[in-house]
């Protein structure tokens, strides 16, 4: 029978303490396993990618072990997590059989080191759910949008609420805010942490990402995620 998700707290006392805890410390935990699950893209990241503009620039905002850095070998990508483990197996590449050089780096998803206005797209894939209050998520969004050059593009996937035909089976009336286990097995012993999640429900990444100042070019559903092709609004600053 799988683990199931407890309850975490919507408006965390200390979100700091609490995505230190249950997300950046329990990422490197956890690295070489996770990676190991994580090699094939997605079809919809995969063809945002392959359709970017021979020579474009742009990044993999919460990039894990880089399997997205060289879909496209026409397009230039800097990648950043800020898990260092996950970005020592984007370095090597052993993970997905890269064979080009990469450019990764370890930065925080709201305090990232870009420049402003410099990008023409970008992607964070599973990686805004984990920010741990409502005002976090915002500022994620907006650190996005900041980076891009007026007419980028970003592509942005976060978990839905609604997985009732998944394993999982959250859906509309489930506690939005959670923790969700990972387990691994060594040496005949078993190993359970829990990651913070936030679950979206339908339409709020949308609204998340018009209060940052953004607007939405395209949405839909996939993989029990919610996914967004964002660009800054004519009034974003």
Same mark, same amino acid.
Request: aromatic share 10%; hydrophobic share 40%; proline share 2%.
């Given at each position: 029978m799988p683990l199931q998700s407890q309850s975490a707290t919507p408006h965390p006392a200390d979100p700091l303490k609490l995505e230190n805890t249950h997300v950046h410390a329990i990422y490197d935990e956890i690295a070489p396993h996770f990676s190991q699950t994580r090699y094939k893209p997605w079809p919809i990241v995969q063809r945002y990618l392959?359709? $970017?503009?021979?020579?474009?620039?742009?990044l993999d905002i919460g990039c894990g072990n880089g399997k997205y850095l060289s879909v496209n070998p026409e397009i230039y990508i800097l990648g950043s997590d800020r898990?260092?483990?996950?970005?020592? #197996?984007?370095?090597?590449?052993?993970?997905?059989? =890269?064979? =080009? +050089?990469?450019?990764?780096g !370890?930065?925080?998803?709201?305090?990232?080191?870009?420049? =402003?206005?410099? +990008?023409? +797209?970008? *992607?964070?894939?599973?990686?805004?759910?984990? +920010?741990?209050?409502?005002?976090?998520?915002?500022?994620?969004? $907006?650190? *996005?949008l900041r980076a #891009? $050059?007026?007419?980028?593009?970003? #592509?942005?996937?976060?978990?839905?609420?609604?997985q009732k035909n998944s394993r999982r089976g959250w859906d509309e009336g489930h506690a939005q805010d959670v923790m969700v286990p990972w387990v691994t097995e060594k040496? /005949?012993?078993?190993?359970?942490?829990?990651?913070?999640?936030?679950?979206? $429900?339908?339409?709020? !990444?949308?609204?998340?990402?018009?209060?940052?100042?953004?607007?939405?070019?395209? /949405?839909?559903?996939?993989?029990?995620?919610?996914?967004?092709i964002i660009e800054r609004g004519k009034d974003f600053r």
């Open positions: 392959e359709s $970017r503009p021979r020579g474009s620039v742009g898990s260092s483990k996950l970005i020592e #197996l984007a370095r090597t590449g052993k993970e997905v059989g =890269k064979k =080009k +050089f990469v450019d990764v !370890i930065a925080d998803g709201i305090e990232a080191p870009f420049r =402003k206005s410099r +990008f023409d +797209f970008a *992607i964070s894939i599973a990686v805004v759910h984990h +920010f741990a209050t409502p005002e976090r998520r915002l500022e994620a969004v $907006r650190s *996005i #891009l $050059r007026q007419g980028g593009t970003a #592509l942005v996937y976060v978990w839905a609420l609604e040496d /005949g012993a078993r190993t359970v942490v829990e990651r913070y999640y936030h679950l979206y $429900r339908k339409g709020e !990444i949308e609204a998340d990402v018009e209060a940052a100042g953004g607007k939405v070019v395209e /949405g839909g559903y996939e993989r029990d995620n919610w996914w967004v």
